[in-house]
């Protein structure tokens, strides 16, 4: 596949595929693009972090041109033959039930033509779609289902020509109909960036998951029957009452760019279930539900029942991000059709309990043949391959006939596993086995080969079983498993400390020796974290490169006089000072005047910097009456290394004080953490009226704020410190409390609830070199095991054309207007920030992290005041 491709269009919507060398869902870095039609103006542009690039409100019949940093790529949308307004036949946001005034609507739409809903919320009962129109859901519309059970259109398990239609976990059943419904549909759209809503919290479904009630079981959210050629795009779907999208023998079917969301708690709700469908297509969805993201079904044998079996063949799902449920990729239980030629590529599971899960058992049949899975991350994910023939599903799945391990008789009812391919998939944070693999042993599971895997391993794992059946014995870091199996192939284990520090040296040795300085030449913060991270390991390894980097890259901003290029005191942005500690450390290690006569230079931007009433630092001239937590990093460790080298005790003691004034200030009891800023004056649209903070946790913040306090504890020592070693350890172990298991943290810290919240790397390296010196100085009584191997397994990956880059960095975020914008604080806000790779917000920790592991491993805990 090329680069840039159209992956779905209708003739008001549009979908693109980016898909550059070692793009999953997420780019490895963001790509400019523009819309224009063909010859005329920019209709829209913007900076892609994603694979899937959808775009709606299109002209039918127009040819466009996208154009982006991968190339350019013309299309040409089709023509519609008429747009029918929902609105028109009494659709309305304040109506109990939407359903008949939605009928009458997809009944005037012509063939070829299209239906759109006005922005709103339509509650309604199921809606029929017919063949031959398209539905639009246009940004801000939504179909939400009321639960309410009486009067539901029930789905018979056949229509009257013996066709299946109603169906539930792969076998013939009457069933509630979806809140959106499609039967036997030819030439049918759903598109838009709107929402449909199953109502699954509304009524009662969740609390009868395997039952039958009113004749019929739970209906899904979307579900459609005997409709090729389906096209699905753009939308999200949530809140489902049991599977969410279930495409039921609809072949050549396409669904790029779907949202798909449910709670982690709700019962059997799957997020898409193509079931006995050829050909079909699944591009850039990204999944959160409360079992299985994609689960791949081909009907369940019934003793004296298979006509309503067919394959799924020739599945490809690609480019997808797969969270938090059950399973990544799930094939069967319900397979006795057969499941053959699947292929899953570039792809990232994050934090399923199983990567890739093949699930069966005896009285199956069918086959689960020619699997492949091939250049997929996962992040978190306890057992990135489960092969299991003793599934213990249905009321006899723990009897002896299903569960002994001793050779049953092979007839047409016995599974057969074969062909399953693993290759280039990476792994971190596996907490049981990288494959767990239970054939049968009648019919071994055969061909299974894993060809590049990469692992590394979550020290905080606990002993548990791979694999759902009986007699499994739990494991903790288990490598390849297998049992009346043929497997082959090897692992490659990242937890080899001397592999990993050769890499990391060869990266940070790189990155140092092209550091081109981040503001054109400029004395800023951002070349300070390199600085940091360069003079940190020279003090753990006291190899000469690390200095020599250092001392050309400062060299270069420092001039004669003295003067810091580009540097102005009278903005008096406490950002500035950061880089005033390599100045302090040259001097340390090399003696000479001209360094730390430099440094006087910030001390005297200090000496006449704002204050707030409380005393403590204004962030920037141009941010009055505001304290950032990063601020706190920026300014204080600096001036009591100042203050320390020079004598002057009270600018040591000003700089504790105002440490702890900041925290008197930005504490927030109800999470135990610190808020981003506080604005003392109460008049920025951010603060909080009462308490003056910004609304949400943004871990890099925290990360600044961690790190602050564990380098002014090495600097004051145990006596100087004691007034913040409480807060420092109850911050830290907080911060511990907050680790994934696959060992990094979120962007928005306290929220994993927060729809699409994922683990930001600079944070995450900030974190570990917090805890690894808090471990080392007494102030966190945590297991540091661990914490730096996973942490780089996890941020770092190798960069197409050969080399390491750090990913998932968020590129910057603050407070108040910037560039033609408000930044308000919330955790939206956060989560619409760029991400970047290689940032020197993000090297600069790592290098840090790592200088602080390598001290960790040859040096013993030393005490704190209090101990």
């Not at 060398?21 to 870095?29: D, I, K, N, S």
């Not at 016995?414 to 907490?431: D, F, K, W």
């Not at 082959?488 to 001397?498: F, I, P, S, Y």
């Not at 928005?748 to 790397?761: K, T």
Request: charged fraction near 20%; glycine fraction near 12%; charge should be negative.
């Amino acid at each position: 596949m090329s680069d840039l491709s159209l992956i779905a269009l209708s003739a008001r919507t549009a979908a693109l595929l980016l898909a550059p060398e070692g793009a999953r869902y997420r780019l490895p870095r963001a790509v400019d693009w523009t819309l224009a039609p063909k010859g005329g103006d920019t209709v829209a542009s913007g900076r892609a972090q994603i694979a899937p690039l959808f775009f709606e409100g299109l002209e039918p019949g127009r040819d466009y041109v996208l154009t982006c940093d991968l190339g350019s790529l013309a299309f040409s949308t089709p023509a519609c033959a008429g747009l029918v307004e929902a609105s028109d036949f009494g659709a309305r946001p304040d109506s109990p039930d939407n359903a008949a005034a939605f009928a009458r609507a997809i009944d005037a739409v012509p063939a070829g033509g299209c239906l759109r809903l006005d922005p709103g919320r339509y509650v309604t009962g199921p809606v029929f779609l017919k063949s031959d129109m398209t539905l639009w859901l246009p940004e801000g519309a939504e179909i939400a289902a009321h639960g309410c059970r009486t009067g539901w259109p029930v789905l018979p398990a056949r229509d009257d020509t013996g066709r299946v239609i109603g169906t539930w976990e792969g076998v013939p059943e009457p069933s509630f109909a979806a809140p959106v419904t499609a039967l036997g549909c030819t030439g049918l759209t759903i598109t838009g960036r709107g929402v449909i809503d199953g109502g699954g919290d509304r009524g009662d479904w969740w609390s009868w998951p395997k039952e039958t009630r009113d004749g019929a079981r739970r209906p899904r959210t979307l579900y459609l029957a005997h409709c090729p050629g389906a096209l699905l795009s753009g939308f999200t779907v949530r809140n489902s009452p049991s599977w969410t999208v279930h495409p039921y023998r609809c072949d050549d079917l396409t669904a790029v760019a779907l949202t798909i969301r449910n709670p982690p708690d709700s019962p059997n709700t799957d997020g898409f279930n193509p079931e006995s469908c050829l050909r079909a297509r699944l591009i850039g969805l990204d999944i959160s539900v409360g079992d299985d993201c994609v689960a791949v079904k081909a009907g369940k044998r019934l003793a004296g029942q298979k006509a309503h079996l067919a394959p799924t063949r020739d599945l490809q799902i690609t480019h997808c991000h797969m969270a938090r449920g059950h399973g990544a990729v799930v094939m069967g239980s319900e397979m006795s059709g057969d499941i053959t030629d699947v292929r899953i590529a570039n792809c990232l599971f994050d934090g399923t309990d199983r990567g890739l899960r093949l699930k069966t058992r005896r009285g199956r049949g069918g086959r689960l043949v020619r699997i492949t899975m091939e250049n997929v991350d996962m992040r978190g994910v306890p057992t990135p391959l489960a092969v299991n023939a003793f599934y213990f599903c249905d009321p006899d799945g723990r009897s002896a006939a299903v569960q002994d391990r001793a050779p049953a008789p092979v007839d047409a009812t016995t599974p057969e596993i074969s062909g399953i391919t693993l290759r280039r998939v990476t792994a971190t944070g596996v907490a049981q086995a990288a494959a767990a693999v239970l054939g049968l042993p009648e019919a071994p599971a055969r061909g299974i080969t894993i060809e590049d895997m990469r692992v590394s391993y979550d020290p905080a794992a606990r002993e548990d079983v791979p694999l759902m059946a009986l007699n499994v014995v739990p494991v903790r870091h288990g490598g390849i498993l297998a049992d009346f199996a043929e497997v082959t192939g090897t692992l490659r284990v990242q937890a080899d400390d001397k592999e990993q520090t050769d890499m990391l040296t060869g990266f940070f040795d790189a990155y140092a020796a092209g550091h081109a300085p981040y503001k054109g030449g400029a004395w800023c913060y951002e070349d300070g974290c390199i600085y940091r991270g360069l003079e940190c390991l020279h003090r753990a390894t006291g190899e000469a490169r690390w200095l020599d980097h250092l001392t050309r890259l400062v060299s270069a901003q420092v001039g004669a006089g003295p003067s810091l290029a580009g540097y102005d005191p009278n903005e008096y942005n406490i950002d500035n000072i950061l880089s005033g500690r390599a100045l302090l450390y040259l001097h340390e290690v090399t003696g000479e005047g001209r360094w730390l006569d430099t440094a006087g230079l910030l001390v005297d931007q200090l000496a006449t910097h704002p204050r707030t009433r409380s005393g403590v630092y204004w962030h920037k001239l141009r941010y009055p009456w505001q304290v950032w937590l990063d601020g706190l990093y920026m300014g204080a460790p600096f001036q009591v290394g100042y203050g320390l080298r020079t004598g002057r005790a009270d600018l040591v003691e000003d700089a504790l004080r105002q440490v702890a004034t900041a925290l008197d200030m930005m504490h927030v009891p109800e999470t135990g953490l610190y808020a981003h800023a506080v604005d003392e004056a109460r008049k920025q649209p951010w603060a909080d009226p009462e308490t003056g903070q910004s609304p949400a946790h943004w871990a890099r913040a925290l990360g600044w704020l961690a790190m602050a306090l564990v380098d002014l504890a090495e600097l004051v020592g145990p006596a100087g410190f004691a007034p913040l070693k409480g807060r420092t350890t109850q911050l830290l172990k907080a911060i511990a409390a907050l680790r994934r298991p696959d060992g990094l943290w979120l962007q928005v810290i306290d929220r994993p609830d927060l729809d699409g919240n994922y683990p930001e790397s600079s944070a995450s390296a900030m974190f570990v070199y917090a805890l690894l010196k808090g471990r080392t100085l007494g102030l966190w009584p945590g297991d540091a095991e661990g914490l730096h191997t996973q942490l780089a397994a996890g941020v770092v990956r190798d960069r197409p054309g050969g080399g390491q880059e750090m990913v998932e960095i968020c590129e910057v975020a603050g407070l108040g207007p910037f560039q033609g914008r408000y930044r308000d604080g919330s955790a939206e806000y956060y989560l619409s920030e760029a991400r970047v790779s290689d940032d020197a917000k993000g090297v600069g920790p790592l290098m840090m992290s790592f200088a602080a592991h390598q001290e960790a491993g040859r040096r013993p805990r030393e005490a704190v005041a209090g101990e």
